[in-house]
């Protein structure tokens, strides 16, 4: 079967300080960029045949410097221009895709720099079974809901909650379908893909992570990430 990756980075990163530099995304935490980690964990596995990122065209110049080194696997095709909104910048990139026609499809946030390929291998097994599946762990805090002044309406039940990851899996063509239709109905709310196929009435099933796949969205997940691995990378 033929897999396809594609990776989102056409987001502005505006909450990890955009004024200071380019989209966190290009930027190195330890000695290689966040970009080029996200990638290097799909382009570790040899079932995956295609990787197509989705950039803010803006930003070519730091693209090419980050994948500088990967570029030379001829899996990773020229980057897509994204959208207004992630959902807009996976349809930008599926629609990329089609013409390779792909059984499968990963879709997967740069800002996810740390996820395990052994994780991937475990959603792309389950896809065997279903059309749609993602990454996920159990929310283990309680959860409070509160109003705009910070007081607690009340206590939500955690139990069957995940909170969900990327990558997150589906079969090409009704996923591609599905992003057509919703996007084809004003629909553009959607946070994740899983959403999109739910949407649309596919079954999509949780897949048990590897800790530690964190997204990295402020500042401060930056630095920390950054100190942790020069540690690691001494
Ligand atoms: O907005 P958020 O931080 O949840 O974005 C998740 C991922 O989607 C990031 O990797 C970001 O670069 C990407 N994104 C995108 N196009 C947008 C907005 C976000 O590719 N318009």
């Known amino acids: 079967q033929k897999i396809a990756v594609i990776v989102v980075a056409a987001g502005s990163g505006t909450r990890a300080g955009r004024a200071d530099g380019p ?23 040899p079932a995956v045949g295609r990787i197509v990122c989705v950039i803010d065209p803006a930003f070519v110049a730091e693209y090419r410097t980050a994948i500088d080194g990967l570029a030379a696997d001829p899996r990773l ?3 897509v221009a ?9 349809l930008a990139g599926l629609e990329a895709l089609a013409p390779f026609a792909p059984d499968l499809v ?14 991937i291998t475990r959603l792309i097994d389950r896809l065997a079974d279903i059309p749609a599946a993602l990454l996920a762990h159990p929310v283990v805090d309680t959860l409070k809901q509160a109003d705009a002044d910070g007081r607690v309406i009340g206590t939500r039940a955690r139990d ?12 090409f063509a009704p996923l591609l379908d599905a992003h057509r239709r919703a996007a084809a109905e004003g629909r553009t709310d959607f946070t994740d893909d899983a959403a999109v196929a739910e949407w649309a009435g596919l079954p999509v099933a949780v897949v048990a992570s590897e800790p530690g796949n964190l997204k990295i969205t402020s500042l401060a997940d930056l630095e920390a990430a950054d100190r942790r691995l020069r540690m690691e990378e001494f």
Do not use: N
């Not at 069957?160 to 079969?171: I, S, Y």
């Open 23 to 45: 989209p966190k995304q290009y930027r190195s935490i330890g000695r290689r960029p966040i970009l080029a980690r996200s990638l290097g964990a799909f382009m570790a596995l």
């Open 77 to 79: 095709a020229e980057p």
């Open 82 to 90: 994204g959208g207004a909104t992630r959902q807009a910048s996976v």
């Open 106 to 119: 990963l879709i997967h946030d740069a800002a996810r720099p740390f996820v395990a390929p052994v994780a």
């Open 160 to 171: 069957g909650l995940w909170a969900a990851e990327t990558p997150q899996g589906f079969r």
